[in-house]
């Protein structure tokens, strides 16, 4: 199963201000255990959404909206994709990476196409 787990941008990061130097040696320490582990399939940051848009498409119109947005605490300051066995397994890495952020993080699975099948409990 693949999970996606989540951490928040923040007001630093959305100022453009980079981790501090620890930080960012725990984060690195963790991507390389889930290297290792085999389980890693993508380690990403994203910028500041000052940098971002928004785009909308009602009745066929589309809308555009420049970033910087609002509410800093709704917006993904990265994510990390990990292949487990399980949602607590999943549960274990992100709980890494809460402690090496020293914040909280978000763990969802990612919808695969057995979720479409008639046994699915994706929609329930």
């Known amino acids: ?6 951490n928040k941008a923040d007001e ?8 501090s130097d620890q930080v960012a040696a725990n984060v690195g320490a963790l991507v390389d255990d889930l290297a290792k582990a085999g389980v890693l399939l993508v ?27 609002a509410e800093t605490k709704e917006l993904i300051g ?3 994709v ?10 274990e ?7 090496a952020l020293d914040d909280e993080v978000e763990v969802r ?7 479409f099948g008639p046994d699915s409990d994706l929609f329930t």
Request: no cysteine; aromatic share 4%; hydrophobic share 45%.
């Open 1 to 6: 199963m693949r999970y996606m787990i989540i």
């Open 12 to 19: 630093a990061s959305e100022a453009g201000r980079m981790v």
């Open 43 to 69: 380690a990403e940051g994203v910028h500041r959404s000052a940098l971002g848009a928004r785009v909308k498409v009602t009745g066929g119109k589309r809308t555009v909206t420049d970033g910087p947005f």
């Open 78 to 80: 990265g994510i990390i």
């Open 82 to 91: 990990v292949e487990v066995r399980s949602k607590d397994e999943a549960i």
């Open 93 to 99: 890495w992100a709980a890494r990476l809460a402690e």
């Open 109 to 115: 699975r990612v919808v695969d196409e057995a979720d």
